[in-house]
């Protein structure tokens, strides 16, 4: 006898009611999607964002909203689990089969511990309550390389990857049969995922884990699983082993997608340039501290000035976020900020952009000191300076519709004399980026894909045309057809407008691809820095080669995670 499914997706469909329910015909988003996935085994669900992947995988949880109606069947140990809809699904939800949810940085509840919801997920189930749920949690989260300490902090306390490697805990919580990982690496260093993949392929292994990848990175794919599939348009448009696919693909669209991922074997040295442009943005020394003397100063002032009484606190230790950072960006040019999470990238982001407080050193744009600037002197450098975030689901607000959200950086900077010049503008900036706004332009942001938020966020921001762009890992949501358009876009923006580019990105293999130099940041220091070449091929730190052995390559022969 043969070994049944641990999952099987037969003939599963998806349609969703239209946006006006008293004309127009329900849109078809999954069609007839067949999938197997053994126990034990890995499969890789691939393709570009709002092609159906992820409403695949919710469906198969019984987690679409009211306005979605699905046909076909979700076998686990062959029992259809959607048959009666959520009477059906209940039972199996994260006890048979679990999922890792994208947007892991708002997964969370704010106000409660993680050790805390990672233990109602095991007293809901009854897997373990009291002390043992306790020591439980602890070992989850050192599962996936947080501290037992961890469970006592609150979401806020995290970093982005250190959020998801706790969501991928809470999944792994009921010890499910079938896990589906809806881009379970999106906001990982390289290193952090190398680590969370290697993970999962020894749950996958050890335990018989079936496993669905979701993920817009071919590299992931082929480095994590066995088998693959490629959608398209809501259809599986080709499906096999990943060395096939990657060395004979049958598809022209499974064979783009390969071509459109960047590879560490395909740097080339660049040639010298012919002047040395004039520097646009220019940080030396740069320090910030949290809970540094100064707040605690300003605090204890307060203290004295709003009570009579004694007060014997004493101030907090300074502790280093930054430290000794020095950056420079050129007109034109791109640099990338590379180094695991945690290690001060966003920070000192924040700090060129004054948010966050500096406590030493120098930062210059244009030519002007800005660590002393107040609100009102920041103003009118705030229409050259703008920034993508990291988090699509927290940057977008959820009651401005596309066209608006990408209208209001005109607006606060009045430019434009009317609505028809602002909408045309914004609609151009959606073009950039590679959305219709005529299709788009009056969705809100629940309504669209995870990437498609993100392509959103990063038109709002290059509808100013900027001097100087700062780059929060700006494409690390979005699959790598559409990541090589948005990347060739800012290369094209920063060459045609003499746009500066400073870009965090985990993604080593798309900075040495795109960036003019790359520095390679560790707790709050520069450790190293360069041309792309250099640093791929003579990296002078250990730190760096680290790095770069854990990036993913999208040829399966080339390195396996295990």
Not at 7 to 30: A, I, K, Q
Not at 139 to 162: I, K, R, T, W
Not at 381 to 409: C, F, K, S
Not at 534 to 546: C, F, L, M, S, W
Request: proline residues 6%; contains cysteine.
């Amino acid at each position: 006898m043969t070994e049944r499914n641990a999952l099987e997706l037969r003939n599963l469909n998806v349609w969703f009611d239209p946006r006006d329910r008293h004309s127009g015909e329900p849109t078809h988003t999954v069609k007839d999607v067949s999938l197997t996935v053994a126990p034990g085994e890995r499969v890789g669900l691939v393709g570009e964002s709002g092609c159906g992947k992820t409403t695949t995988i919710l469906a198969a949880m019984g987690l679409l909203p009211a306005s979605a109606t699905v046909g076909g069947e979700v076998l686990i140990d062959d029992r259809n689990v959607i048959a009666h809809g959520e009477n059906s699904i209940r039972a199996h939800r994260w006890t048979d089969i679990a999922m890792v949810f994208q947007g892991a940085m708002s997964a969370f509840n704010p106000v409660k511990t993680v050790g805390w919801q990672i233990r109602e997920a095991l007293e809901v189930h009854g897997i373990a309550r009291g002390r043992i749920a306790v020591e439980r949690t602890r070992e989850l989260l050192d599962l996936v390389g947080l501290s037992a300490g961890s469970d006592a902090s609150y979401p806020h306390q995290l970093s982005g990857g250190m959020k998801q490697r706790a969501v991928i805990a809470m999944a792994l919580a009921c010890e499910p049969k079938v896990l589906l990982a809806d881009e379970p690496t999106t906001a990982l260093d390289v290193m952090v995922q190398d680590q969370v993949l290697r993970l999962l392929v020894r749950l996958s292994t050890e335990l018989g884990l079936a496993l669905v990848l979701v993920t817009h990175d071919l590299g992931v794919v082929a480095q994590t699983c066995t088998r693959a599939a490629v959608m398209r348009g809501g259809e599986i448009v080709e499906e096999g082993p990943v060395d096939d696919l990657y060395r004979r693909p049958a598809h022209p669209y499974t064979r783009a997608l390969f071509e459109s991922t960047p590879n560490l074997d395909d740097i080339r040295r660049a040639t010298a340039p012919d002047s040395t442009p004039e520097p646009l943005l220019e940080v030396s020394n740069l320090r910030v501290t949290y809970g540094d003397l100064a707040r605690s100063t300003r605090r204890r002032r307060f203290s004295r000035a709003t009570s009579s009484a004694p007060t014997n606190s004493e101030p907090t230790k300074p502790t280093d976020a930054v430290a000794d950072v020095d950056i420079s960006v050129a007109e034109g040019e791109l640099v990338a900020l590379v180094g695991q999470s945690g290690c001060g990238k966003t920070t000192t982001l924040q700090a060129i952009l004054g948010m966050q407080p500096v406590r030493s050193g120098s930062i210059r744009i244009d030519g002007v000191e800005t660590t002393g600037l107040g609100a009102r002197e920041w103003r009118p450098l705030r229409r050259n300076i703008q920034m993508i975030y990291q988090d699509p689901y927290e940057a977008l607000d959820g009651r401005l519709r596309v066209e608006d959200t990408v209208i209001e950086p005109l607006l606060v900077h009045r430019i434009g004399g009317s609505r028809r010049e602002r909408r045309d503008l914004a609609a151009e900036s959606l073009r950039d980026v590679g959305l219709d706004p005529d299709v788009l332009a009056s969705r809100y942001p629940h309504e669209l894909s995870g990437g498609q938020r993100q392509r959103v966020a990063i038109a709002a921001s290059l509808v100013l045309r900027p001097r100087l762009l700062l780059a929060d890992e700006p494409v690390s949501m979005l699959d790598v057809s559409v990541r090589t358009g948005v990347l060739e876009l800012l290369d094209r923006l920063r060459r045609e407008y003499r746009m500066g580019i400073l870009m965090i990105t985990h993604d080593l293999s798309t900075a040495a691809a795109y960036a003019d130099r790359i520095i390679v940041m560790r707790d709050g220091r520069i450790v190293e820095a360069g041309e792309p070449w250099q640093i791929v091929n003579e990296p002078a730190a250990d730190y760096t080669r680290k790095l770069l052995a854990s990036v993913p390559s999208p040829d399966p022969r080339h390195h396996h995670a295990s």
